[in-house]
């Protein structure tokens, strides 16, 4: 009998995306995936409760192995926050293309509705909580109800951002996906375009200077 694997986390989840292209279905069980694959099922248990456990983990390892990268590129710790986002973008979406086979053949059918599907949903959270973090910059209002609604907003818009691209990327039929460098580029730049509160700043300063100046005069 052929001595039972030491499996990692990684190596499962390699396992199941090969299980799932290969027989175009999930496995029939834990048992039959970890027997077949030479390895106990307690392990499987170690690092997942489910296969849809799995699928969600997938898509989180994508995340976090695109910001392991980044973070291990000098150049990267000191962009700011634009060019943080494109980095992450591009990294991310190199992710998606290497394991493009597995990506469209468990979104492809979900594509018109990616919002509210539970396989991303630990994506979700890593992705708004990175963009919570990328100090990306607002107008200061100085009332914290708004200010939580102002920072929710700023998450929930870059996630539908991200849903948006990965569909745009599903459909993209270009060479090397040349098409989604673009459409990252273009929708990332405007977004920061809208956001950019200097010339906002500089209007309500002029405002605050006309104001007491008016005050003073009077």
């Keep these: 009998m052929a001595k039972k694997k030491t499996v990692s986390k990684n190596d499962i989840i390699t396992n ?9 279905q999930n496995p029939k069980s834990v048992y039959a995936f970890a027997k077949a694959n030479n390895f106990d099922e307690a392990k499987f248990y170690e690092h997942f409760a489910s296969f849809e456990a799995i699928e969600k983990g997938i898509f989180e390892a994508f995340f976090v192995n695109s910001l392991e990268a980044l973070d291990n590129n000098e150049d990267y710790n000191i962009f700011d926050a634009r060019n943080k986002l494109l980095s992450f973008y591009y990294t991310f979406f190199e992710n998606l293309t290497a394991n493009r086979s597995y ?8 594509k018109s509705d990616l ?10 959270q890593h992705f708004t909580a990175y963009i ?3 100090g ?8 914290e109800q ?11 818009s870059a996630w539908l951002q991200l849903l948006l691209t990965m569909k745009f990327w599903l459909d993209d039929t270009s060479a090397s996906f040349e098409k989604t460098d673009i459409f990252i580029e273009k929708s990332v730049n405007t977004t920061f375009d809208v956001l950019d509160i200097a010339p906002l700043k500089s209007v309500l300063d002029l405002g605050k200077f006309l104001f007491k100046e008016k005050f003073q005069m009077n």
């Design 16 to 24: 199941y995306m090969g299980y799932v292209l290969e027989h175009d």
């Design 103 to 110: 990506v469209t053949h468990v979104l492809d059918k979900y």
């Design 115 to 124: 919002k509210g599907l539970k396989m991303l949903s630990g994506l979700k």
């Design 132 to 134: 919570g973090a990328l």
């Design 136 to 143: 990306i910059q607002m107008l200061e209002i100085k009332q």
């Design 146 to 156: 708004i200010e939580k609604i102002q920072d929710k907003a700023l998450k929930e």
